[in-house]
């Protein structure tokens, strides 16, 4: 209980340091910082309106609509909402945010990396759970980049890869680790979570002879892969549902050439202050530190080595000397330098071990004193840059483009950032694209309609000609339905598709003359295949729960009569 204390404590200390820079009352706006700020904010609204669980972020892009629940899982971000409903500040629940991820990263590095030492409170473990966070790519990647996504992955990393030594090396039974691993990291952020599945495949083909000669680690993959699978459909499923319409830019970003590398004197460039827009390398520490294993003469654990070839190799795909026109598969990652999310992970890990091992123990010395300056030097370099996002920024001010740049994008890039998941082909300024419905049935477009509640767009109608259609303004997704009802008693449903030109969902009518008054509501609703997955991943939940419950009675079981045939023998 007294160790666990320490722990949480010396979490929480290195949680406190990375933080300090948000002391100060602002922070700089980053590609994807108020983008994931401003899910925070529509997630919040969702609830308040009584969808607990959306898909659509209807308000985002100027009234639109942004569908990047559908792709990017928000499930995280829920624990910050709830702050947000309680009236804290944005800035504030932000800030929580950050160090609710740095906190549990610690934790959970501390918990990895104490397998690998008989004695748990070792300083060296310490070591590597302080390098993981305080590192000049970690540090850049949240407060240069706000890549909060990346930063919940960082949670998980160290799970799954403590999950996957305990089952190929000590031959444990983690499946529940590995579940869980596997699922955090899928539903923080979908590419890294790729990236260590072809990583967890290298291993198992580098150990196929130790997992031949044991089925039963094969055993224990497998289950966690089916319960990995089922339990995170409800996202995963609904995903691939949208990506096989292949309509969104994010499908555009497999299989080309779109992958540039760095230079390699990115490597080694370590500062970090006002006027650096990214940094692309791990720092001194991560980069240099782990190439003293030359110097350990001690045997080295293996699955060690394996992480620091894998850290060196990645480092080197980062480069713009490898031929990535001969990996076109992996233009998903966008840009290499997000190998370095895992690097930083693998290093951390292997760092402490190889110091561990040192008996030039001045080596040990400098590496420390290394550690405490550079460290000084990331976070002060990260208080001296100007931050444009203020303490004192209310909700909406964090969605007004104006309010921060005077470029005129087509998009709320506040809101959005990258545009991955809109419409590939639109041809379309949302913002001055005006409020109305575009329609061929009517002398002039439509600008009277309602849309004063939640997830509904409502319009009349007094007869339709042949051939009539209407060009809703809300981005399409699959999901969006109309129902049509005449003198307010309902009529059918409508399945409604896309305007070609825009993206924006289009609605065709069949000819209708009547007295009667026609009145259409357009509104988002689950899919088939959405309503089938969430139930399979809550049976799939309690089923899981249930195995591991009786697994571990099994265990309890077992380890109490070993104990009482022991006592008996020694009677």
Not at 158 to 181: D, F, Q, R, T
Not at 430 to 449: A, C, P, Q, R, S
């Amino acid at each position: 209980m007294i160790k666990n204390k320490k722990v949480i404590l010396y979490c929480f200390i290195i949680a406190f340091i990375f933080c300090i820079p948000m002391f100060k009352g602002s922070i700089r706006l980053g590609p994807d910082t108020t983008f994931h700020i401003n899910r925070i904010i529509s997630l919040k609204n969702a609830i308040l309106n009584g969808d607990f669980f959306p898909r659509i972020l209807f308000a985002q892009n100027y009234n639109f609509g942004y569908g990047s629940p559908l792709f990017y899982s928000i499930i995280f971000l829920y624990p910050s909402a709830l702050l947000l409903l309680l009236n804290i500040p944005i800035y504030v629940v932000y800030y929580f945010t950050i160090f609710f991820i740095v906190f549990f990263s610690c934790f959970n590095m501390y918990n990895c990396c104490k397998i690998f030492y008989k004695k748990e409170d070792n300083i060296y473990v310490l070591i590597s759970v302080f390098v993981y966070v305080v590192n000049l790519f970690f540090i850049s990647n949240i407060y240069k980049r706000g890549a909060i996504g990346e930063g919940f992955a960082y949670i998980f990393l160290p799970l799954v890869v403590k999950a996957i030594y305990e089952i190929i090396y000590l031959n444990k039974k983690n499946i529940l680790l590995l579940v869980i691993g596997f699922s955090g990291l899928l539903l923080a952020h979908n590419i890294t979570f790729i990236l260590m599945c072809i990583i967890f495949m290298f291993i198992l083909f580098i150990e196929h002879k130790k997992i031949i000669h044991n089925y039963k680690i094969i055993i224990y993959i497998v289950i966690a892969s089916v319960f990995s699978v089922f339990i995170t459909c409800f996202f995963t499923f609904p995903m691939f549902e949208q990506l096989s319409l292949k309509l969104y830019r994010i499908n555009y970003y497999f299989n080309t050439d779109s992958i540039k590398g760095i230079d390699f004197k990115e490597l080694f460039y370590f500062y970090n202050g006002d006027g650096v827009y990214l940094n692309n390398s791990v720092g001194p520490i991560l980069l240099l530190f782990p190439l003293t294993i030359i110097f350990v003469k001690n045997k080295i654990n293996k699955f060690i080595k394996i992480l620091l070839v894998f850290s060196y190799v990645m480092i080197f795909m980062t480069l713009k000397y490898f031929p990535w026109n001969l990996f076109k598969f992996m233009s998903f990652l966008q840009f290499p330098e997000r190998l370095l999310t895992i690097v930083c992970c693998f290093m951390s890990i292997s760092l402490g071990y190889i110091l561990s091992k040192q008996k030039l123990i001045y080596i040990n010395y400098i590496a420390l004193i290394v550690i405490l300056i550079t460290s000084i030097f990331h976070i002060l370099g990260v208080i001296s840059e100007y931050g444009q996002i203020k303490y004192t920024h209310s909700e909406k001010d964090l969605s007004n483009v104006e309010l921060f740049t005077k470029d005129k994008y087509w998009y709320n890039t506040l809101e959005i950032s990258s545009p991955d998941y809109i419409y590939q082909n639109a041809a379309i300024d949302f913002k001055n694209y005006g409020y109305i419905l575009k329609t061929n049935n009517e002398d002039k477009d439509k600008t009277v309609f309602d849309r004063s509640k939640y997830n509904s767009l409502i319009f009349t109608v007094g007869s339709i000609k042949k051939d009539a259609y209407y060009i809703i303004p809300i981005s399409y997704y699959k999901g969006y339905v109309v129902d049509i009802f005449e003198d307010e008693s309902y009529l059918k449903t409508v399945i409604p598709t896309y305007d070609n030109e825009t993206g924006l969902i289009r609605i065709n009518l069949e000819e209708y003359n009547s007295n009667k008054l026609l009145k259409f509501v357009c509104y988002y609703k689950k899919t088939n295949i959405q309503i089938i997955s969430e139930n399979i991943s809550k049976v799939s939940l309690i089923i899981f729960i249930v195995y591991m419950i009786i697994l571990k009675s099994k265990v309890n079981k077992w380890i109490v009569t070993t104990v009482n045939k022991k006592h008996k023998t020694n009677s």
